[in-house]
Each structure stands twice: as structure tokens, then as C-alpha cells.
Nanobody, 127 residues
Framework: VQLQASGGGLVQVGGSLRLSCGVS????????MGWFRQTPGKEREFVAK????????YYIDSVKGRFTISRDNAKSTLYLQMDALKPEDTAVYYC?????????????????????WGQGTLVTVSS
């Protein structure tokens, strides 16, 4: 299984970006998915998650109301719509797949509970 994240870039404060994560293989529609982010010297931080069929989502408080996680199972693609971006959103963003549904039972999943990871895409918010 391979995950390919894209869509990062440089944006001004208050701007928007849409991240995408394409997933290879035929089992995307059975995976719970998540987005994490990481800045230099810090641990990878959970941002948002979505269950296998897209009817359950969860966000950390700092992005609620600004970020929207979604998925298109027909296209095997995960998305993260990011609006009203702030400088503190600057990070490398990673998509991740949970093959066994472990993260469904945890409000804030741990990075180690995901089985597959994308390579990361850099988001820079300039002021």
C-alpha cells in the first residue's frame, strides 16, 4: 500500500489549501484515515481523522471550524480542506491509513496506530 500526499505550498494568512492523499491498492474503502502534521524538533501531531465510509470525523480543537477532512472511496483519495490558515498551521502534513480499525475506538489516535504513511507535503503559512 502506498500513500501519496500532495497539495502543499506557500499561502498567506487567511488563505486556503486543499491537501490530497492518493492511496494505492483495492482496500482504501476499508481503511480509517487520518492527517497528522509535524514541525522541526516536535513530535508528529494528530490533526483529523475520518472513518472508512466518511460518516464520522474528528478534529483537534485548534483546527475545528477551519479544516475539513473528507474522502472519495471511488477515487481512493483522502482530502484535507484547510481554510483560514494561520502561521501556526505551518508544518509538513502526513496522511495515514489504519488498516485494522484500531483508531476508531480512540478520540485522539496515536501515530503508531496507523499502518501506512504518505511522504508528507509541506504547508507554509506566511504572515
Amino acid at each position: 500500500v502506498q500513500l501519496q500526499a500532495s497539495g502543499g505550498g506557500l499561502v498567506q494568512v487567511g488563505g486556503s489549501l486543499r491537501l490530497s492523499c492518493g492511496v494505492s491498492g483495492r482496500m482504501f474503502d476499508s481503511y480509517d484515515m487520518g492527517w497528522f502534521r509535524q514541525t522541526p524538533g516536535k513530535e508528529r501531531e494528530f490533526v483529523a481523522k475520518i472513518n472508512w465510509n466518511g460518516d464520522k470525523t474528528y478534529y483537534i480543537d485548534s483546527v475545528k471550524g477551519r479544516f475539513t477532512i473528507s474522502r472519495d472511496n471511488a477515487k481512493s483519495t483522502l482530502y484535507l480542506q484547510m481554510d483560514a490558515l494561520k502561521p501556526e498551521d505551518t508544518a509538513v502534513y502526513y496522511c495515514a491509513a489504519d488498516r485494522y480499525g484500531v483508531t476508531s475506538g480512540r478520540t485522539v489516535p496515536r501515530a503508531r496506530e496507523y499502518n501506512y504513511w504518505g511522504q508528507g507535503t509541506l504547508v507554509t503559512v506566511s504572515s
